[in-house]
Antibody, heavy 120, light 109 residues
Framework: EVQLVESGGGLVQPGGSLRLSCATS????????MHWVRQAPGKGLVWVSR????????SYADSVKGRFTISRDNAKNTLYLRMNSLRAEDTAVYYC?????????????WGQGTMVTVSS | QSALTQPASVSGSPGQSITISCTGT?????????VSWYQQHPGKAPKLMIY???NRPSGISNRFSGSKSGNTASLTISGLQAEDEADYYC?????????FGGGTKLTVL
């Protein structure tokens, strides 16, 4: 069974840092692009970042560029999101998602999400 | 990176058909045939319903269909069922990112 399991969320003060992890199983992780998508409470989905299959290329939403870093460890089948200089507006459920194979912009498998709350 | 535009809500009775629109620009929806649609029930992760404008992933009912004209994509759900009540989001690939719509709440009356 294909699974994505996020972890690492929690309560952090403004200006603080967190690292989210997404452990994957049931598919050949190293062949898929991976993404982070977030959803603020009661709001819509917002794409955050993506990394290509070997980790050599990344892309970010303007709102997180320079503060967040996406990475992956293909030996551990795990995706990461390092979040620095956190702001209140970063408060959201963060979903890890798999890019549909060779189909740009579609995400076919999603984790259950991990909540990040930025508050003093 | 502005969000795509969707109606906030739509409704329909069981058995009827509804259509949800998703309007972007020539830099996103109109520029690529890479529009997707997602269904999200409360407290759950999104589920891919349509990709590449009109393709259904395995296991998705043929009651769900997608189309595109110019800068506007559409999701049509025919034969509405109670379990279709959910939030629906469109998304579009761009050269540097993926944009989502603001979401549409579907109510089955």
């Amino acid at each position: 069974e294909v699974q994505l399991v996020e972890s690492g969320g929690g309560l952090v003060q403004p200006g603080g840092s967190l690292r989210l992890s997404c452990a994957t199983s049931g598919f050949t992780f190293s062949t898929y692009w991976m993404h982070w998508v977030r959803q603020a409470p009661g709001k819509g989905l917002v794409w955050v970042s993506r990394v290509n299959s070997d980790g050599s290329s990344t892309s970010y939403a303007d709102s997180v560029k320079g503060r967040f870093t996406i990475s992956r460890d293909n030996a551990k089948n795990t995706l990461y999101l390092r979040m620095n200089s956190l702001r209140a507006e970063d408060t959201a459920v963060y979903y890890c998602s798999r890019g549909l194979y060779k189909r740009p912009g579609a995400f076919d498998i999603w984790g259950q999400g991990t909540m990040v709350t930025v508050s003093s | 990176q502005s969000a795509l535009t969707q109606p906030a809500s739509v409704s329909g009775s069981p058995g009827q058909s509804i259509t949800i629109s998703c309007t972007g620009t020539s830099s996103d929806v109109g520029g690529y045939n890479y529009v997707s649609w997602y269904q999200q029930h409360p407290g759950k992760a999104p589920k891919l319903m349509i990709y590449d404008v009109s393709n259904r992933p395995s296991g998705i009912s043929n009651r769900f269909s997608g189309s595109k004209s110019g800068n506007t994509a559409s999701l049509t759900i025919s034969g509405l069922q109670a379990e279709d009540e959910a939030d629906y989001y469109c998304s579009s690939y761009t050269s540097s990112s993926t944009l989502f719509g603001g979401g549409t709440k579907l109510t089955v009356l």
